[in-house]
């Protein structure tokens, strides 16, 4: 147990199908990750938000929506995707984005995405 | 640019202490060296980080050698719930969490 929540675990979706996945923290943290973990690929950082505001988007395709309504909620709204979207999403936390504790990440354990 | 160097894989027996080694450098004064490890189909798990000192926590040690080019992550006695794989990451205090490849550590009883 991380004290970082993601829901679903796992989620089937066709490319036209909108769905949302969920992750919440309870460690009184005040950034929030999403990181994409395609197979045989190293972990990549998609989008970072700090005290609900987002700091980094890494050129991700708008096809993904991050949501952050408060420092303790995240959501990645998805519309129509792409196969090669399949991958482990995975949500973390940290108390800050610079500084030693930065480094801190607390992670789900990752929603399982399958794009038919 | 990777700024680590990590094995592929290791195999280390049970009960035996497990030294995973991680080459970087060309790590700058104020980059610290990060280590997390990932068990099959779970999220990344924080061990320990340091600057320049030998740090020990209740999961592991890191020891960086006194040029800071290289480092040695040490679980002094792994258990089977210890395969996993380990990252090694190099980072500054304002940077992102960048993960590479790591090294695929098999305990075997």
């Known amino acids: 147990e991380t004290g970082v929540t993601q829901t679903p675990r796992h989620l089937v979706m066709g490319m036209t199908n909108k769905k949302s996945l969920k992750c919440e923290q309870h460690?009184?943290?005040?950034?929030m990750y999403w990181y994409k973990q395609s197979a045989k690929k190293p972990l990549e950082l998609m989008f970072v938000?700090?005290?609900?505001?987002?700091?980094e988007n890494n050129s991700v395709p708008s096809r993904f929506s991050p949501e952050c309504p408060n420092s303790s909620h995240l959501f990645l709204h998805l519309h129509t995707l792409q196969p090669e979207d399949s991958a482990l999403y995975l949500c973390?936390?940290?108390?800050?984005?610079?500084?030693?504790?930065?480094?801190?990440?607390?992670f789900g354990e990752g929603s399982r995405l399958t794009v038919l | 640019d990777a700024k680590t160097t990590q094995p592929t894989s290791m195999d280390c027996a049970e009960g035996r202490a497990a030294n995973l080694p991680c080459n970087h450098s060309?790590?700058?004064?104020?980059?610290?060296v990060y280590w997390y490890r990932q068990i099959h189909s779970q999220g990344p798990q924080y061990i320990i980080h340091?600057?320049?000192n030998n740090e020990t926590n209740e999961m592991a040690s890191l020891i960086i050698t006194e040029d800071r080019k290289s480092s040695t992550l040490i679980l002094p006695h792994a258990t089977l719930r210890d395969t996993a794989v380990y990252y090694c990451?190099?980072?500054?205090?304002?940077?992102?969490?960048?993960f590479g490849t790591g090294t695929r550590l098999q305990v075997f009883p």
């Open positions: 938000y700090n005290f609900k505001e987002q700091t």
């Open positions: 060309t790590i700058s004064g104020n980059e610290y």
């Open positions: 340091g600057l320049k």
């Open positions: 973390a936390s940290s108390q800050e984005t610079s500084g030693s504790r930065a480094g801190e990440l607390f």
């Open positions: 990451i190099v980072r500054a205090l304002t940077d992102k969490l960048i």
């Open positions: 460690l009184g943290h005040n950034a």
